[in-house]
């Protein structure tokens, strides 16, 4: 007759420990998602067709006929609202910078959350 060994039961962690642990890897995934991201600012991408100075310029009759488009950067510094005119390769960087911007936002809302869940989790296992 064989000799089975056995093997000791083994004792399953704590819920709050298992909750700790699927924490800290959902938070390990969003500081993933954080290298990732590329360039960021804040502000806004706006494109205008304008009218020129001159009276006699079409596009004073044709609003269709105006110049443009033109890209402007606005944001607020100190308070105070800033604008500056770039060129459409550019004002396709910062959008792109502001669109990272919402991810880093949304990303660290997401991870304040998560870290507030595992507070309580090691809370409950300190109290046990």
């Not at 600012?41 to 706006?46: A, N």
């Amino acid at each position: 007759m064989r000799r089975v060994k056995r093997t000791p039961p083994t004792r399953k962690p704590p819920a709050q420990q298992r909750a700790l642990r699927r924490y800290r890897k959902r938070y390990e995934r969003f500081t993933a998602k954080l290298r990732d991201l590329g360039y960021i600012c804040r502000g806004s991408i706006t494109r205008q067709w304008l009218t020129c100075g001159k009276p006699s310029c079409v596009c004073h009759r044709d609003p269709t006929q105006r110049h443009g488009p033109y890209y402007y950067w606005t944001r607020k510094v100190e308070g105070r609202t800033q604008s500056r005119m770039l060129d459409e390769s550019l004002a396709r960087l910062y959008e792109e910078g502001i669109r990272n911007h919402r991810k880093l936002d949304a990303l660290i809302e997401r991870m304040r959350k998560v870290s507030l869940l595992a507070f309580q989790a090691a809370k409950m296992a300190s109290n046990r």
